[in-house]
């Protein structure tokens, strides 16, 4: 059954004069329904945002925090029909559409914590004589309003990860959100409507890609918080090089398998952190770099896990592995492989297309300069390579543009604080997979995966300045 939904200007239902139909990827049906705003309505929104920064930023925390906790709430209550919402538009297995729903009620509510900590800091300064009876007091400033460009691989929490922290800070958003995955942030939009934020505080516009552009550059919009690709995040960049960009962009994820690691749990949780989302993550397993005293061992269970995996319709709440997000999408990942198998790489499972479906697929003997190593697969591919032992393996997972998160499987606290030290990446977990997430901790990458960090309290940093007032003739 489909839906039909408006945008959101400045806080307010809209609609546009061209349609805009959802389809999903596996069966094609048209899963909903709206319509895409005219550059008039898109200006609407922006000068609506622009108008009420000075008292979006100067509204009390309460009135913040309890917005934030209301979506969270309410988020909650609609669980179920947002998550079979995500699996509509985006192809997602109920499985983890019900996960991402759970996720953004957190996000939410973590959004509504840090807001009531957000608050000013007392610095004495008469540390030297000549600052005798001066006191600073450091607070953080809004920005300004913040566009939002958010991706189709999770429609509702990367969304969260944006709109969360602007409220908590006062700042008025403006949402983006992917052409092909717009319903889900605008459910959130119905939410958001509820609260007693504003107007202006917020519009969720589905235009197209190729009028984002206007948007990156108006000036009104000091901040762009973007989601995505790596060429076009940097693009982004460098059109507005004055501009505050924070970039999330992508990986090519490694997790390593040391000696002493436990095989079936680096197996059980590598085959399924390579193949969630379809493989549609930035930190989904792509390479797996195992110590050659287990390969043969770990190869075996891998491949076994892997081919366990239940692939299949979304809407089925057994399925783990679902289409991609388009037809076009597992062609590419299809191309790629096809492209490594040429060079010599062996499939050890999987290999097959069948419309928007790439099987789980693990491949060996891939050449280093292959696609499905070097570039970000984004896909349900995953590439074993061998090594000899510790210093091998974390060369191995620098030798890449990315550097977002690793996976480190080992026993020992020694290799954990040394992978720590030594790994060029934004997050190395320890004892599973890089594609773990909390929603609260700081999350981004180094190289070529961008620039800034979300979680929370850390998108909250990144939306404001630090603003010192200095109190003279104190007696302290």
């Excluded at 008025?172 to 505080?201: C, F, N, Q, R, Y």
């Excluded at 891939?366 to 393996?393: S, T």
Aim: with cysteine; charged share 20%; proline share 6%.
């Amino acid at each position: 059954m489909s839906v039909a939904m408006p945008f959101w200007i400045a806080g307010r239902p809209a609609k546009g004069e061209a349609e805009l139909t959802v389809t999903n990827s596996h069966d094609g049906r048209t899963v909903g329904v709206t319509s895409v705003p005219t550059p008039d309505q898109v200006e609407e929104a922006v000068a609506a945002a622009h108008a009420v920064a000075r008292q979006a930023a100067a509204l009390p925390i309460h009135v913040r925090a309890e917005a934030l906790a209301h979506v969270s709430r309410r988020i909650a209550e609609r669980a179920d029909e947002l998550a079979r919402l995500i699996s509509g538009e985006n192809g997602k297995p109920m499985f983890w559409a019900r996960g991402e729903v759970s996720r953004a009620v957190s996000t939410f509510r973590f959004a509504a914590e840090e807001t009531r900590r957000f608050s000013g800091e007392v610095v004495r300064l008469d540390t030297e004589a000549a600052a005798t009876g001066r006191m600073a007091y450091v607070s953080r400033v809004p920005r300004g309003p913040i566009l939002a460009i958010s991706p189709f691989n999770f429609p509702l929490n990367l969304v969260a990860h944006k709109v969360a922290p602007a409220i908590a800070v006062g700042a008025p958003v403006i949402v983006k959100p992917a052409p092909k995955t717009p319903l889900s942030a605008l459910a959130l939009g119905e939410i958001l409507a509820e609260t007693d934020l504003p107007e202006g505080m917020f519009s969720i516009l589905p235009v197209p890609n190729d009028r984002a552009a206007a948007l990156v550059d108006d000036p009104r919009l000091p901040v762009v918080s973007f989601t995505g690709s790596s060429p076009v995040g940097y693009a982004i960049m460098d059109q507005v090089p004055r501009k505050h960009v924070t970039l999330e962009l992508g990986g090519n994820a490694a997790a390593v398998v040391l000696a002493d690691a436990d095989l079936d749990w680096a197996a059980s949780r590598i085959a399924l952190f390579s193949n969630y989302q379809a493989g549609q993550s930035c930190i989904a397993v792509q390479r797996v770099i195992v110590d050659e005293l287990v390969a043969d061992a770990f190869e075996g269970k891998l491949v076994e896990a892997v081919n366990a995996l239940v692939t299949g319709d979304p809407a089925d709440e057994k399925t783990q592995v679902g289409p991609l997000v388009s037809v076009e999408a597992a062609e590419r990942v299809e191309a790629w492989v096809t492209e490594a198998v040429a060079s010599g790489a062996r499939v050890l499972a999987g290999g097959a297309r069948d419309g928007a479906t790439y099987a789980p697929t693990v491949l060996a003997n891939v050449r280093k300069d292959a696609k499905v190593v070097r570039e970000e697969v984004f896909g349900p591919v995953l590439v074993v390579q061998r090594v000899n032992g510790p210093d091998a393996a974390f060369a191995e997972v620098n030798d890449s543009a990315y550097g977002l998160q690793a996976g480190v499987f080992t026993r020992s606290l020694d290799l954990a604080f040394r992978a720590n030290r030594e790994l060029e990446v934004g997050g190395v977990i320890i004892g599973d997979v890089p594609s773990y997430r909390a929603d609260q901790m700081p999350y981004g990458g180094v190289k070529d995966s961008g620039v800034g960090r979300e979680g929370l309290r850390s998108a909250m940093d990144d939306y404001t300045y630090e603003k010192v007032m200095v109190l003279t003739g104190l007696t302290l």
